[in-house]
């Protein structure tokens, strides 16, 4: 596809599971993010990505949360212990090669529920 | 946390009216970004605005630019029902890679 695909759309899952998220970028897009959106805020950053290294992490909110992209395109973002607070609609983005000058494209995100 | 602030947090207009919505923030910029949002998912960017910019434009879009003031507006003129949406600005701050989002305005086109 030619835009940034979210997999699953929709996540419900019980207090205390595991989830994954995943995220397949733009393709020949170097940089990836994610960001999470609660009810009525605007998104918040939690990790970017140049490749395969996560170059700033200073988002994620709690050592929960944890993404990887080990070849450098798809991105799986792992949250331990699922919270009620973790609630919310995970974005995905990639941009061409990160940097000012990059627009970032989303993803339609996963809307996680933790019942 | 969040730094962009928009204003009015919702704007309900008849179509053919115009939208303006104005957007502040805390820090210093690389560039300004507005984006947009329907059904609470998939963000759209609308348009880019860098920090020696004062004015841009985008077919329907005008985005001004006050660094001194640390202000934004976008202006959608002859709004259409297909522009009902939330709107987002966002900052880009030198040296960084992530966007800053403010909470959002909500613009209602009524037909």
């Known amino acids: 596809g030619a835009g940034v695909s979210q997999t699953p759309s929709n996540k419900v899952t019980e207090k205390g599971k595991y989830v994954e998220l995943r995220c397949d970028p733009i393709s020949g897009h170097t940089a990836l993010y994610w960001y999470r959106q609660s009810l009525g805020q605007g998104p918040e950053f939690l990790i970017y990505f140049q490749g395969t290294g996560a170059a700033d992490d200073s988002g994620l909110p709690n050592d929960r949360f944890f993404a990887v992209r080990p070849e450098g395109s798809v991105s799986t973002l792992k949250i331990q212990r699922t919270e009620r607070g973790d609630s919310a609609v995970y974005l995905c983005a990639s941009s061409l090669g990160g940097g000012a000058k990059n627009i970032q494209y989303f993803g339609a995100g996963t809307r996680l529920s933790v019942l | 946390s969040q730094q962009g602030e928009e204003d009015p947090q919702a704007l309900s207009i008849q179509e053919g009216e115009n939208a303006t919505m104005n957007c502040s923030y805390k820090t210093s910029i690389n560039n300004l970004q507005w984006y947009r949002q329907n059904s609470g998912r998939g963000l759209v960017h609308l348009i880019l605005i860098r920090s020696n910019e004062r004015e841009k434009h985008s077919g329907r879009l005008r985005v001004t630019l006050d660094t001194s003031k640390k202000s934004s507006s976008l202006l959608i003129t002859a709004s259409r029902a297909a522009d009902t949406a939330s709107y987002f600005c966002?900052?880009?701050?030198?040296?960084?890679?992530?966007?800053?989002f403010g909470k959002g305005m909500k613009l209602t086109v009524n037909p």
């Open positions: 966002a900052i880009l701050q030198g040296g960084s890679e992530k966007l800053v």
